[in-house]
């Protein structure tokens, strides 16, 4: 038993999550957490909402809220479609929390002191009329390099250019409109990020022998082009404050530290707030997982576009911090889904997005296909027909068809006990023994965190009982050999246990639906070694049980054409 931290990348604030960001980070962390307690290890699953920044206040100001109460209720929405989801987090925090303050202050103190932290004046676009300056995308205007007229100040959405709000030709401000702008000298703290280069890179060589190429690669692009200062303060309203006994004047002109500097700090932060929402009686030490926590195992989910923040922009904070702080063990990286080849977009409302996937189908539809696609190696495709495809076939006609068969035809010819009589033979000892074999796969893929295996391991598992009752055929059997077909029907009673208990963190809802259907005294057995599961005997004869509702209803050709209809389909851009 071990003790395992496992964390996924904030999402943003505003607005609903697509399936992309849900199989990029969410929903493997949850995987991988439920994996981990089912083995009887020590797990803390830490998720939050990323509430800082311009996006949030320009978000809050459309929807004519306070940024606060806009951040409050847009985390109850999202917190709600992820229970949905059947996302066990341990605690899902807010990076607007005092806990998140306190520490992000409290690193910033530490930087500033080993001498990481620097005051610099820079230009800045600042709007009479507006009464403020403007940073990121509270400037908008042309485009320097292509031409469109509605490029924002970080980033041209047309060419993708990364902006800095001066480089804008014709700007006018995206709270008023006005163009009456200047560039005021203003006063930001930095983080000199070049000062750690070195040491980034010494903790990547140590440290990421075991991670997969697509975070070792992007962390090494990275490092190779050289970190740069960059500023971590902001001119907003929304954010945590910079600290007064440090920094009185920049605290007194208002500034906050910005959205990159204290939304990975925030990990730690919601791991406090945890701690602090412990119920009355319990004790919920969240130092134990982050300070001197050579004990614990430490496992980030993020999609690629986040992978230099928490390879090198996050540790290069904690490193300069000069704190026995907990850096990542383990960096789990994910390429994009795409839709039909084309790009999800929030701001476009296009793909499938998180509260409409459960609107029409159940989490565990969403679950297992996407895991069992998860963009890996390379950027994978969603598309409807693939979708259906994969649902009917594997869930509905693999699994589902399977539990059904045997425990309807073994309830109409023995009633609902687990049929008594005859001996296994060798048909059960090659079961078993394949049973062993994939049951192992599936354990060694998990614990390399290589989705689609584990998938296919699990995938096999259930084929291998649709092979078993082809190849024994009870409804032939029991025409002239009862005792051989109650064999048959009891061994394969006992496959649908080992499939409730081995398929929990894949399908969590159907896993509780089958765990359901034996009426087993005692059966807490979380997880099912590979030679136990050997034995098939964890059911036995004379134990009752219920016949449950179809589990997976197929995706029939009608429903195809609606969701293509509803959610758009073929070429995108
Ligand atoms: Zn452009």
Redesign the pocket.
């Known amino acids: 038993m071990a003790r395992h931290l496992v964390t996924s990348a904030l999402p943003y604030i505003n607005g609903i999550k697509h399936l992309g960001n849900m199989v990029g980070s969410m929903l493997p962390a949850d995987v991988y957490a439920r994996y981990l307690r089912q083995r009887g290890h020590d797990v803390l699953y830490i998720c939050a909402t990323d509430e800082h920044g311009t996006p949030a206040e320009l978000a809050a100001a459309k929807a004519g809220q306070p940024v606060a109460e806009f951040c409050a209720g847009a985390h109850e929405t999202q917190k709600e479609i992820y229970d949905g989801f059947g996302l066990t987090f341990d605690y899902f925090g807010r990076s607007s929390s005092p806990q998140n303050a306190e520490i992000t202050q409290h690193f910033a103190r530490r930087l500033h002191e080993n001498g990481f932290i620097e005051e610099r004046a820079i230009r800045q676009v600042y709007s009479p009329v507006d009464g403020r300056f403007l940073p990121d995308r509270y400037v908008e205007g042309t485009?320097p390099?292509?031409?469109?007229d509605k490029?924002r100040g970080d980033q041209?959405e047309?060419?993708t250019?990364v902006l800095d709000p001066t480089d804008l030709i014709n700007p006018r401000s995206a709270i008023s409109g006005s163009t009456d702008l200047e560039v005021r000298e203003t006063t930001h703290l930095f983080l000199l990020q070049s000062k750690l280069q070195g040491e980034v890179e010494a903790w990547i060589d140590e440290n990421s022998k075991e991670w997969p190429l697509l975070s070792t690669s992007i962390a090494r692009k990275w490092l190779a082009e050289g970190l740069h200062d960059r500023a971590i303060t902001r001119d907003l309203e929304w954010g945590v404050p910079v600290p007064a006994d440090t920094w009185p004047e920049l605290a007194a002109d208002g500034k906050v530290f910005y959205v990159w500097f204290d939304a990975p700090i925030e990990y730690i932060g919601a791991t406090k707030e945890w701690a602090d929402a412990a119920p009355d009686g319990e004790t919920r030490d969240w130092k134990s997982w982050w300070y001197e926590a050579a004990d614990v195992r430490y496992t980030q989910f993020m999609a690629k576009d986040n992978v230099p923040f928490h390879t090198v922009m996050f540790p290069a904070t904690q490193l300069g911090v000069r704190e026995p702080w907990k850096m990542v063990d383990y960096v789990k990286g994910f390429s994009w889904l795409t839709y039909y080849g084309g790009k999800f977009s929030t701001s476009q409302q296009r793909g499938v997005f998180t509260d409409a996937a459960l609107e029409i189908l159940p989490a565990d539809y969403w679950r297992y296909f996407l895991i069992a696609n998860a963009p890996e190696s390379d950027d994978s495709s969603f598309t409807w027909e693939h979708f259906a495809g994969t649902v009917n076939k594997d869930l509905a006609d693999t699994l589902g068809n399977f539990v059904n068969r045997v425990l309807t035809f073994s309830a109409k010819r023995f009633g609902n006990t687990v049929p008594a009589g005859g001996e296994p033979g060798e048909a059960e000892a090659k079961l078993g023994a394949e049973v062993t074999r994939l049951l192992t796969e599936l354990e060694e893929h998990m614990e390399a965190l290589q989705y689609r295996k584990a998938a296919n391991a699990l995938r096999a598992l259930w084929s291998a009982g649709n092979a078993y009752l082809v190849e024994k055929e009870p409804w032939k059997q029991v025409k002239t050999d009862e005792a051989a077909a109650a064999v048959t029907l009891r061994t394969a009673m006992n496959l649908i246990h080992l499939y409730a208990v081995v398929s929990e963190p894949f399908i969590p809802a159907s896993a509780a639906t089958l765990r359901g259907v034996f009426a087993l005294d005692g059966d807490t057995a979380t997880w099912v070694t590979p030679e136990a599961a050997a034995a098939l005997d964890a059911v036995p004869a004379g134990a009752s049980f219920t016949v449950p509702p179809v589990l997976f209803a197929k995706i029939s050709d009608e429903d195809l054409e609606g969701f293509r209809e509803r959610f758009g389909a073929g070429s995108v851009d």
């Open positions: 485009c390099h292509c031409g469109y490029a041209c047309n060419c250019r």
